[in-house]
């Protein structure tokens, strides 16, 4: 089952959209047979549209690995899907369950569990299987979801197919054992530890065994690649390659984050991490053989909430055990709020089709002309907490979300390219103290940016983003994000900011 996209990787905008190829995820995954559109639609990591509007969680409940990582002290979480440096508190299965139904209850749109550490959870059977059985039971209205370096997998496909598991993740970062050996240092193989070479030989033939088996039982398969610049970075597409020809659904390149203070041994050795640009340059060099994701967030082994929010304080077990949950009338809420849910998203795409104007409609000549043929391209942030719409203060955003437009013929695609973690600019109180060094670092992150969009953004950070020469642009509160940045990168077309030099040729702003 080899699928050729995810959803689309870009959506065509114009002040809205083109009649073809842009909106909701429904949309977006027309092209994928139904069966496989159902288990997508509203799972957040394998779509990207539906991470607007859904959340997951993770349970931290296997605490073991089977293998060494260089990227990896095991003080922290596995850093093969979480951000390093975290440390995940380990639960019992029975503490999993509990917390997993009252965050369903708390957080409706929690549509998917997953297990991702904080060592392997294949390497803990027993406790991630356990877990697993019981909520195929006591929460069937829960996708089940689970990461793994893969070694263990082929002996355990068979037990995961049986518990209702549809979306499963395996860290492949070779298909080399000399590049393997670069970053593995050695394996936990029937009772031995087994290094070099040899032992990354092992790892990639189970990881590879594991991918076939999930692919042909219909698992959808997403996967992670740890970008280690100077080790596997040109290695990465062929490895893209290799597993899509096996069938696997997603791929979704990480960047190596590798600190001294994390003690690892790529951090003390002082391994560097990819840029941004690195990052994207190899996205986009391995877009060419499958779907990628670039929506990933490294959540800890015990994130709760949307991907880029960390809800998980709200659900100590301190707090879990003083709560009283219904389950089955917590499902019937949750059955409305997803439903809801589906008909914002129906309606953001109505509203764009209906908006949709054409570039060469919107020219200042009085005899048209066409649009300048591709028209550069501009990246725009964008501050979102979710639902699909700008609807963050600037001060408040603990993230942006960088898309690109560009004009292509009449149109402009609008396509997602990153999130960008930023400090807080403004927590209010006492805190705004250090509010001018995280400003200049959030200006750093955005580098290459344009043009930036909240819902709201005061005089100061106004002036200094400007004065570094982006666009700030709080008018587009509440619109869907795709339409704004669209409408937005017709505005710097008009104005001139985007290189094209007569006016005249540049189509004017949808407000004009
Ligand atoms: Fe968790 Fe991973 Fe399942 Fe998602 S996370 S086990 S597939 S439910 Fe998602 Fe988080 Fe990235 Fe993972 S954003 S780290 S990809
Ligand atoms: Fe660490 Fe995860 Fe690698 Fe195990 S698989 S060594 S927990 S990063």
């Known amino acids: 089952m080899a699928l050729e996209a995810l959803d689309q990787p870009t959506s065509s905008a114009a002040g809205g959209c083109a009649s073809s190829g842009c909106g909701s995820s429904s949309d977006k995954l027309a092209h994928l047979p139904e069966h496989i559109r159902a288990k997508v639609h509203n799972h957040p990591c394998f779509s990207e549209d539906a991470h607007h509007h859904y959340a997951r969680m993770h349970v931290a409940v296997a605490p073991a690995c089977n293998i060494q990582c260089h990227y990896c002290n095991r003080k922290y979480d596995c850093s093969n899907e979480s951000r390093p440096g975290v440390v995940s508190e380990v639960l019992t299965p029975e503490q999993a369950v509990a917390k997993t139904l009252a965050v369903a209850a708390e957080i409706p749109q929690m549509t998917v569990l997953g297990i991702a550490g ?21 929460a069937p209205d829960i996708k089940l979801c689970v990461s793994t370096n893969g070694l263990a997998l082929p002996e355990l496909v068979d037990e995961i197919c049986q518990h209702n598991i549809d979306h499963v993740t395996i860290t492949i970062n070779c298909v080399d054992p000399e590049i393997g050996a670069k970053i593995y240092p050695w394996i936990f193989w029937n009772n031995r530890r087994i290094k070099g070479v040899k032992a990354a030989q092992i790892l990639i033939e189970q990881q590879q065994k594991g991918l076939q088996m999930l692919c042909d039982r219909g698992v959808l398969v997403k ?8 080790v596997n970075d040109e290695h990465l597409k062929e490895v893209s390659r290799v597993v899509k020809a096996k069938g696997a659904f997603l791929h979704n390149v990480m960047p190596l984050i590798a600190e001294p203070e994390h003690g690892t041994f790529y951090g003390l050795m ?8 690195e990052l994207q340059a190899l996205q986009e060099a391995c877009a060419g053989d499958m779907a990628m994701m670039r929506h990933c967030r490294q959540c800890r082994a015990d994130a709760v909430g949307m991907l880029g929010e960390d809800r998980g304080a709200e659900f100590t077990l301190e707090k879990i055990a003083a709560m009283d949950i219904d389950y089955a ?5 949750r059955a409305e709020v997803h439903a809801a849910i589906e008909a914002n998203r ?3 795409q109505q509203q764009r089709n209906e908006t949709f104007v054409p570039i060469t409609s919107l020219k200042r000549s009085s ?7 591709a028209a550069p391209p501009a990246r725009i942030a964008v501050a979102s907490s979710g639902g699909g719409v700008i609807n963050v203060h600037f001060g408040h955003a603990r993230e942006f979300l960088i898309y690109e437009a560009a004009g292509v013929g009449d149109r402009v695609d609008v396509r997602f390219l990153a999130a960008r973690k930023v400090d807080l600019y403004c ?4 805190t705004c103290g250090d509010a001018e060094d995280a400003l200049a670092k959030t200006i750093r992150t955005l580098a290459g940016c344009t043009a930036v969009l909240c819902s709201k953004i005061g005089i100061e950070p106004w002036d200094r983003l400007e004065a570094a020469g982006l666009v700030p642009n709080g008018e587009h509160a509440m619109e869907p994000i795709e339409d704004a940045v669209a409408a937005v990168y017709h505005e710097l077309l008009a104005a001139g900011r985007l290189g094209v030099e007569d006016a005249a040729d540049a189509p004017v702003a949808l407000s004009a």
């Open 346 to 348: 129906t309606a953001q």
């Open 118 to 138: 904080p060592g392997d959870p294949l390497a803990n059977p027993e406790r991630t299987l356990a877990t697993f059985r019981a909520l195929t039971e006591k």
């Open 367 to 373: 005899k048209p002309k066409p649009a300048p043929l």
């Open 223 to 230: 996967v992670n690649s740890v970008l280690i610049p100077g």
């Open 427 to 430: 927590a209010g109180g006492d």
């Open 329 to 333: 009338a917590a499902m019937q809420r």
């Open 270 to 277: 002082g391994q560097r991490g990819p840029s941004n640009d």
